[in-house]
């Protein structure tokens, strides 16, 4: 609020800061020309042209006023509506926004094999499927094959396929097992020019999950990173040594000077790339620690150095930008909304990549026979969380997320991490972390839920655990032992005794309630271990226009085909108070069939 005063050489008119709609910035307008142009402005007619210039005014300064605001408020993350505003904002926390989800599991993959002379499998006939082979479900859903899968291996199951006139095996049925992911693979060429710094190289589909490869004519290699401050990433070679059969990978920090970073928005996805050239390269291979720790400079003692890891190489320009090249990019999309497919729907081999060890010695036929042969099977549903994140459900995990400081301590950065695992690698739907005060070092009990096709809550399976185990240990604490669980899913159906206004359709108001819970449970999902209140199904049956009160309200197991087989006591879960129902700790619940688990009467 502003003052007035008079002094020899200028008058301080008063002016009211806190006016900002219409109405009332209009009104000081009024109250400003009567008190200080109460002699030549006296024209207050709603009609006059005067008003029409204090209307002018105030709708300017209203206009001005609701874009400020706006414009304050969608610059913090914690009041921001616009949905690519929180996108753009959790960046800058570090959030990395995925819309296009992936969904992995584990397929059976049966080929028919030869005998040899003696009746056995013949061994120079066991191929190899290579990854990026591609397979399709009965809905048209894409699949990739993430890893070569051998026949000859021990593992695989053998039977006999085919006999002859005297019973002896002429082919046999090998069954091997594989992962993959949903999705096709994209490949596409970009004509790089001059150097520029911090190259974009935009991608021709948004739906991008993961990027496989990038490589310039030259043959150098780009590898996506974290973030372009990254210049060391973590390779699993093949271990050729004698212990091999126990630890078949070597873990080996590579340098990648030659590095960009994925950034996804709602229509759009593209490669970040750094703003050095490749003539300030000065090294591409890890540096010698000692190099960087005892730097003694002429001294004849050491001062205390911090070991920082990203000066093991000598680049300094966040990566180095490709410049007069092509890019080759090979990456994987998702095109449909939904990539998650029942059990024993994966059915249909589409691009097979299959090949055999001296393949000019073996016969043709045999080989084009093993081919036809093919076939794959899903025997467990393949899936994921394919729901697109809301603006509440994004702030939520970036304030988890940047709170961990890529470091797992508390329960919260456990379940946040577990949220941020990349969207190529699989995902969960819900997560609950709980310390095992029973086991001898306190283990971490993880419990995870996934959802189907038809977004109903299944158990996760086993491809997206081991990806979550490997995603876990690069932030979890040393001491820190988890193990991963299945959560328990418990189905509830609701049975409500209502009254309803006598001079109005009973039938009417009972399917608007019903109707109403149906919407309410809908758009309601439960976390592990969160409590089922009962007063909210009391609240949303009272807001029904014709309803005079409710009577009762029940929820009672669903159990039997289409359900869970979790078995769960109502009346001992209950509170006292009759409010709400408790949750166990590692168990969800669940309304599944609102259509008809939700049954209502009225009197």
């Not at 091997?176 to 994209?186: E, F, P």
């Not at 081919?371 to 099977?377: D, G, I």
């Not at 394919?386 to 379940?415: C, G, H, L, W």
């Amino acid at each position: 609020m502003g003052s007035e005063f008079t002094n020899s050489k200028k008058k301080i008119k008063l002016i009211n800061y806190t006016s900002r709609d219409y109405n009332s910035i209009k009104d000081d307008l009024v109250g400003y020309a009567k008190r200080y142009y109460s002699e030549s402005f006296k024209d207050f007619n709603e009609a006059s042209f005067g008003a029409l210039v204090l209307d002018s005014v105030s709708y300017v300064g209203d206009v001005l006023s609701f874009y400020l605001d706006y414009q304050a408020n969608e610059s913090f993350l914690d009041t921001a509506i616009e949905y690519d505003n929180v996108i753009r904002l959790a960046r800058q926390l570090g959030y990395k926004y995925s819309a296009a989800g992936s969904s992995m599991g584990k397929v059976f993959i049966y080929a028919s094999i030869p005998a040899d002379s003696t009746g056995a499998p013949d061994e120079a006939y066991y191929p190899t499927l290579r990854a990026g082979s591609t397979f399709s479900s009965v809905d048209g859903t894409l699949f990739t094959l993430t890893e070569d899968v051998y026949f000859g291996t021990v593992t695989n199951e053998i039977l006999v396929a085919e006999v002859d006139s005297n019973n002896n095996p002429t082919k046999f049925a090998v069954r091997a097992t594989g992962n993959v992911v949903s999705g096709r693979t994209m490949r596409e060429t970009v004509t790089i020019g001059a150097f520029e710094k911090f190259r974009r190289v935009d991608l021709s589909n948004p739906n991008v999950t993961e990027v496989i490869s990038v490589v310039d004519s030259e043959g150098h290699t780009y590898h996506e990173v974290n973030h372009l401050a990254q210049e060391i990433v973590y390779k699993a070679l093949r271990n050729n040594n004698a212990d091999k059969s126990s630890v078949p990978s070597i873990l080996k920090a590579v340098p990648v000077p030659r590095r960009f970073v994925l950034e996804r928005t709602r229509t759009l996805s593209y490669l970040q790339f750094g703003y050095g050239s490749a003539s300030e390269l000065t090294n591409q291979s890890v540096v010698d620690p000692s190099k960087i720790t005892l730097r003694l400079h002429g001294r004849d003692f050491i001062t205390e150095r911090e070991f920082d890891p990203t000066n093991l190489t000598d680049t300094d320009k966040f990566g180095i930008a490709p410049a007069d090249t092509n890019l080759i990019i090979s990456y994987r999309i998702n095109e449909g909304n939904d990539v998650n497919v029942a059990s024993r729907r994966l059915t249909k081999i589409v691009a097979p990549k299959l090949q055999f060890e001296n393949m000019g010695s073996l016969d043709r036929i045999k080989r084009s026979q093993i081919r036809a042969s093919l076939e794959v099977l899903n025997e467990d549903p393949i899936s994921g969380d394919m729901t697109i994140p809301t603006t509440e459900e994004i702030k939520q995990r970036v304030f988890s997320y940047y709170a961990t400081q890529n470091r797992a301590v508390t329960i919260e950065d456990y379940q946040a991490i577990t949220y941020a695992m990349p969207s190529g690698f699989g995902a969960v739907k819900r997560c609950a972390i709980l310390r095992d005060f029973d086991s001898f070092k306190r283990n971490l009990n993880l419990y995870l839920m996934s959802e189907d096709e038809n977004g109903y809550l299944i158990t996760t399976n086993s491809t997206i655990k081991q990806n979550l185990k490997t995603w876990l240990s690069r932030y979890k604490m040393i001491n820190d032992t988890i193990d991963i669980l299945d959560a328990k899913v418990v189905n509830f159906g609701i049975e409500f005794v209502i009254v309803t206004d006598f001079s109005e359709n009973k039938f009417d108001a009972l399917a608007e309630a019903t109707t109403r819970l149906r919407n309410f449970f809908v758009n309601t999902n439960y976390d592990i271990g969160e409590p089922l209140f009962i007063t909210d199904i009391y609240k949303e049956l009272q807001k029904v226009a014709n309803v005079i009160d409710v009577l009762d309200v029940k929820l009672v197991a669903k159990e039997g085909t289409g359900y869970s087989s979790t078995t769960f006591d109502f009346n001992e879960h209950l509170s006292l108070d009759g409010r709400y129902l408790n949750a166990d700790k590692d168990s969800i619940f669940e309304l599944k069939y609102p259509t008809v688990d939700i049954q209502g009467s009225v009197v």
